[in-house]
C-alpha cells in the first residue's frame, strides 16, 4: 500500500493499473480523516510518500498511526523519524 500518491483528478482506480510492481488490488481511497478499511497488520508493507509531509502535523500523525495499525511494515520519507 502506498499513502501519499499525488493522483490526477481524473484517474479511475482500473487507470492506476502498472504504478505499482506486484499486483495487487487497486483502492484509491482519501485516507485523511478517515480509518482505512483493512483488518489490523493485514497489509505486508505501506509506504508513506512525500506529499503527506506537505501537510499539517495533525494529520501526519494520524495517517501515521492508521498506516502503522494495518501494515506489518511502514516505509516513511527519507528525513521523517518514523521510518
Known amino acids: 500500500m502506498k499513502v501519499g500518491m499525488v493522483i490526477p483528478c481524473r484517474a479511475r482506480p482500473h487507470t492506476m493499473r502498472g504504478t505499482f510492481a506486484a499486483p495487487a488490488p487497486n483502492d484509491v481511497l482519501p485516507p485523511v480523516g478517515f480509518a482505512l ?15 503527506i509531509q ?4 495533525r494529520f501526519q500523525d494520524t495517517i501515521v498511526r492508521e498506516a502503522e495499525r494495518v501494515s506489518r511494515k511502514l516505509g516513511a520519507p527519507a528525513g521523517d523519524e518514523r521510518r
Do not use: A, F
Open 54 to 57: 506537505r501537510l499539517s502535523e
Open 37 to 51: 478499511p483493512y483488518d489490523d497488520k493485514s497489509v505486508d508493507e505501506c509506504r508513506i510518500l512525500p506529499p
